[in-house]
């Protein structure tokens, strides 16, 4: 499974909108705005799920001098310029290893957690929350 998203969006220059690009205006029950459809919203869900994987992850090792050994999300990097789907990303890991918990462990772990999953036969919905948007279900 892929997960992708874009996070540009559209000059904010006034003269060029028929309404304030930053106000956030509700019409016709429709918001309005400069990023009002952007994929912000699901980026940011896209990279709490990768950082839930990883911090729910009940395996990582701790020491009673040191604590837990921690893993953070640091920077994510992907494309090259607006308006152009990137080819790939690339998430980088701050991994604070603990005694008994070399780097190679931490890699090693952070493997097994980003292999494929088993497929399930789950079934998900989504119910209509905008007359102008048609439910979906797959």
């Not at 429709?30 to 009002?36: F, H, N, T």
């Not at 050994?69 to 992907?78: E, I, L, M, W």
């Not at 088993?118 to 119910?127: D, E, I, P, V």
Request: proline letters at 7%; hydrophobic letters at 40%.
């Amino acid at each position: 499974m892929t997960l992708t998203g874009h996070l540009d969006t559209v000059p904010a220059d006034a003269s060029g909108w028929s309404f304030d690009p930053l106000s956030g205006d509700i019409r016709d029950d429709r918001l309005l705005g400069r990023g009002s459809s952007d994929m912000k919203a699901g980026v940011a869900c896209i990279l709490a799920a990768a950082a839930t994987r990883i911090h729910d992850h009940d395996g990582w090792p701790g020491s009673d001098t040191h604590g837990a050994a921690t893993v953070n999300v640091g920077t994510f990097h992907a494309g090259v310029q607006p308006n152009l789907v990137p080819d790939h990303a690339e998430l980088m890991l701050d991994i604070r290893t603990v005694p008994d918990f070399a780097s190679r462990d931490a890699v090693a772990a952070i493997r097994r957690l980003a292999a494929p999953r088993r497929r399930t036969s789950r079934r998900f919905s989504t119910s209509r929350a905008s007359p102008r948007i048609p439910a979906t279900s797959w």
